[in-house]
Structures are given as C-alpha cells and as structure tokens.
Antibody, heavy 123, light 107 residues
Framework: QVQLVQSGAEVKNPGASVRVSCKASGYILTSYTAHWVRQAPGQSLEWIGWINTNNGNTKYSQKFQDRVTITRDASARTAFMELSSLRSEDTAVYYCANLFYDVLTGYQFFDNWGQGALVTVSS | DIQMTQSPSSLSASVGDRVTITCRTTQYINDYLNWYQQKPGTAPKLLIY???SLQNGVPPRFSGGGSGTDFTLTISSLQPEDFAIYYC?????????FGPGTRLDIK
C-alpha cells in the first residue's frame, strides 16, 4: 500500500510563496501521476494540477496556471507544489493524491491521499 | 469545465436508515464518476469508482448508480461511522471537478 506523507503546516504573508512536499513510500509503480488538490475551510475540493513522476510532465488547472509549479525528485519519490503570490483566498488544506488509471476501463480515481498540509495566508 | 451539483446539500438521518445522494453534471460523462467520503480533519476516502464499482475494503452497504449526467450514491443501512461529508467527482476530462458535497448528520 502506498503512503503519501506531506510536509507540515505553513503560515505565509500575502504575496509570499509556499512549497509543500509529498513523499511516497511503500509499493509504487515506477511511473505515476501525483496530483494536488486543495480544500478551503468549509468548502469542496479543487484540483490544482499533476506531475508524471517518471518524466516530469505537468498539467495545471487554468485557474492556477500562472502561479503554480509542480516538480518532483524521482530518486526521493517526492513531489513538490509551489504556489506563489499568495492571497488570503489561498488559505486551505493542500493534499497530494495518486491517481489510479485502469487501462482496461479508462476509469481514473484518487485512491491514495496525503494527510494534507494547512497553508494559512495572513498578515 | 464540467460543473457538478449534489442534492441534498445536507441530510439528517438515523442509524439504520437508507439514504440516497444525487450528483448531476452539466455535461455527459458516461460513467466516469467517483464518490468519496470525508470525515473532519482527514483526507477524502474513495468509496465508489466508475459510477458503480465498490472500492476494495468498502462495505457493501454503499452502492452507486447512474450514467450520463445523473448519478446516485446509496447507503442501505446507515452505521454510526457513515456520518460524514460525501463528494462526487468526474474523471471524464481535465480539469477533474468535484461536487459541492453532501453533509450527512445524525438525526
């Protein structure tokens, strides 16, 4: 079973950047996509983007395209999400998650999640 | 982006009750619909994928149905541990999107 362990809570000033890490352990394929999803207090879930941990390819939500960078250290099985130009609306729990893809059916779903990292943006 | 709605937004029920939550999408998504359960302070947990397939380890009192734009999640006999928030999510295209959630409380 794959486990995803994220870095801890962060408090940032408006305009700053934050970097959250996500380390995978346990059985893992050589190539998988690490996704980032956030959840503002009392709100639903919002997809930010993903990275292919094998080749480093990324895809971002248009909403975050200009402010987010997702990277990985393949040897350390760790993915990173950096969000810049933070504003109060970015206060949220940021999750990493693995997307399982069933090649036979085409079904895709998030079957493993990190514990979440609370990012608070406040002056 | 595909928008999603859920109804009801909140629901009060008793242990042993049968409850159904509905999820609708603004576009056809075939059966690329997943359901998650989230309890306070924890990450979402996958219950159902492909609209009706039960994830390993999930009790069979949970079931999903639907196709196209209308989907349901049914809990046949509520247990105390089922009181949580439930989200639907489409994986038909990018960006993946989630419903607003249905809060299930104890009556």
């Amino acid at each position: 079973q794959v486990q995803l362990v994220q870095s801890g809570a962060e408090v940032k000033n408006p305009g700053a950047s934050v970097r959250v890490s996500c380390k995978a352990s346990g059985y893992i394929l050589t190539s998988y996509t690490a996704h980032w999803v956030r959840q503002a207090p009392g709100q639903s879930l919002e997809w930010i983007g993903w990275i292919n941990t094998n080749n480093g390819n990324t895809k971002y939500s248009q909403k975050f395209q200009d402010r987010v960078t997702i990277t990985r250290d393949a040897s350390a099985r760790t993915a990173f999400m950096e969000l810049s130009s933070l504003r109060s609306e970015d206060t949220a729990v940021y999750y990493c998650a693995n997307l399982f893809y069933d090649v036979l059916t085409g079904y895709q779903f998030f079957d493993n999640w990190g514990q979440g990292a609370l990012v608070t943006v406040s002056s | 982006d595909i928008q999603m709605t859920q109804s009801p937004s909140s629901l009060s029920a008793s242990v042993g009750d049968r409850v159904t939550i509905t999820c609708r999408t603004t576009q056809y998504i075939n059966d690329y619909l997943n359901w998650y359960q989230q309890k306070p302070g924890t990450a979402p947990k996958l219950l159902i994928y492909g609209a009706s397939s039960l994830q390993n380890g999930v009790p069979p009192r949970f079931s999903g149905g639907g196709s196209g734009t209308d989907f349901t999640l049914t809990i046949s006999s509520l247990q105390p541990e089922d009181f949580a928030i439930y989200y639907c999510q489409q994986s038909y295209n990018t960006p993946v999107t989630f419903g607003p959630g249905t809060r299930l409380d104890i009556k």
